[in-house]
């Protein structure tokens, strides 16, 4: 399949839809001009997009947590339950795995154990099952806007579903799906999935319904910044390409104050750059900051202090959007009550410090902001060769050659070479940059910043440390700071 960053015709597209609605019996729901006549007919505080706005606008950050349960009827009494109780800004419907898979006959086996067994035996909510008319009743129901959620390699029917329903904002990230949310599928083939689901928000955009499009580009467990960035900002510049206004990067805390203070201003100002660069300069852009994604402490009191300090980076940082993972995030799927009390913790910790003014070592905020930028520009720019200028070409050749990699990947196309380690202070640095196009002065800085924690514990920094450092934050400190 021969890929180019190239915006999808009508004519394209219309043929693609055609085949998108019929691969389930409720793709006959979807219809695009009841779905903006709906849209316009919500208040503004309903859309995702214009909420964003006013936060920016404001200062303020606001909070979001996700939930997906198999019922309609127990989907919108948990996101009411966290609108009420949990007080949450926005909110996010995750789908199931089934559905994320286009497995929809054993969704629809789930859905029915669920109702007769009184448990929920899918994971998430399946949202082409239920279909557009269902689905418009959880819109209907909550007073906040809501996002679709989970990385999808083929989402096409599913966001058809969602923005139909009156969601506001979804996941779109080609380049995690491919590269951790997926086994075999070639990025050629995840992108030009993508390429409609961006399309169709595009139509919207031009019907004046904002939709947002959240890039994360991968899960950041002991991952550097530069490698999630460069794949966000390729994201975003396939999303523009296809007509999407509203983008929202996603930073994935790791635990270093300065480090993820850092990547949301560094973020930020790549992304718009590189936007710029490549002609979309009409684009709003909003930060999103991510609790921690890996291990959690099994203690609730510990995990509390994990979801509070995650707060302090988008509010210092200057993102829209803090996520909140729950205090049961080590045990099972969350129970409202649980996802309620993170969101109010989270939300006291935003209250008592809005209106202050604080600086936070502004020196090292800086020099991280730069070596950020410095990494993230070599790949980025690496990648815009290879491809002569159209970055979907070049990712497809970047990830052959390991100029983009990830770690940890669970697709064999991935080289998976590239992983991350903690430095003395427990920020994340390249233990192996693999085939990343980096030069030496970047590969000295690691190097130096790893010696500095070898001298701090005394040993040699290896594999077995990278994985202690996966589960510093569920056991303690981010780094043991003395001889071991």
Not at 162 to 189: I, W
Not at 276 to 286: A, C, K, Q, T
Request: with cysteine; proline share 4%; hydrophobic share 40%.
């Amino acid at each position: 399949m021969e890929i180019r960053n190239k915006r999808l015709t009508d004519d394209e597209f219309e043929d693609e839809r055609e085949k998108v609605l019929a691969m389930w019996p409720t793709g006959k729901e979807v219809d695009f001009d009841e779905a903006i006549e709906f849209h316009k007919s919500m208040p503004e505080k309903k859309n995702c997009a214009k909420k964003y706005a006013d936060a920016k606008t404001k200062g303020v950050v606001l909070t979001r947590t996700d939930s997906g349960v198999p019922l309609v009827e127990e989907q919108i009494d948990y996101l009411r339950y966290l609108q009420d109780e949990g007080r949450s800004d926005l909110l996010g419907t995750i789908i199931d795995s089934y559905t994320r898979l286009l497995q929809f006959k054993k969704a629809g086996e789930g859905i029915i154990e669920s109702s007769r067994t009184g448990k929920w035996m899918l994971n998430g909510y399946p949202i082409v099952n239920h279909g557009r008319v269902k689905a418009r009743k959880i819109i209907v129901a909550v007073d906040q806007p809501v996002q679709i959620r989970g990385p999808i390699a083929d989402s096409r029917l599913i966001v058809e579903t969602g923005l139909a329903a009156g969601y506001t904002a979804t996941t779109c990230t080609p380049m995690m799906s491919f590269s951790q949310y997926s086994s075999n599928l070639p990025l050629s083939t995840i992108i030009r999935n993508y390429q409609y689901v961006y399309r169709l928000m595009g139509r919207y955009e031009e019907e004046r319904v904002p939709i947002v499009g959240e890039m994360s580009g991968g899960a950041q467990v002991i991952t550097p910044n530069s490698l999630t960035h460069a794949l966000m900002i390729i994201e975003a510049i396939i999303a523009a390409e296809q007509g999407v206004k509203n983008i929202s990067p996603v930073i994935h805390g790791q635990g270093n104050l300065i480090q993820d203070v850092a990547a949301c201003i560094a973020l930020r100002e790549l992304c718009r750059e590189y936007l710029n660069r490549f002609g979309y300069s009409d684009m709003e852009l909003s930060v999103v900051f991510t609790t921690w994604s890996g291990k959690f402490p099994a203690d609730t009191a510990e995990a509390f202090a994990v979801i509070c300090l995650s707060v302090i980076p988008p509010l210092l940082g200057g993102a829209q959007v803090a996520h909140v993972k729950t205090i049961n995030e080590a045990h099972t799927i969350p129970r409202k009550e649980d996802n309620a009390a993170s969101l109010r913790a989270d939300k006291k910790v935003i209250e008592m410090l809005r209106g202050q003014r604080f600086e936070l070592e502004s020196k090292g905020v800086e020099e991280e902001i730069k070596t950020q930028k410095l990494e993230t520009k070599a790949i980025l720019d690496r990648v815009i060769d290879l491809g002569e200028g159209d970055v979907a070409v070049g990712a497809i050749k970047a990830f052959k050659l390991g100029v983009l990699d990830q770690v940890f990947p669970t697709n064999r196309h991935v080289a998976g070479k590239v992983s991350g380690i903690r430095d003395s202070e427990g920020a994340v640095r390249y233990f192996d940059h693999g085939n990343l196009p980096f030069t030496n002065e970047i590969l000295e800085f690691h190097r130096e910043k790893i010696a500095d924690r070898e001298k701090l514990q005394g040993k040699k920094v290896d594999y077995d440390l990278m994985i202690d450092d996966i589960f510093s934050i569920s056991k303690g400190s981010l780094v043991t700071r003395f001889n071991t």
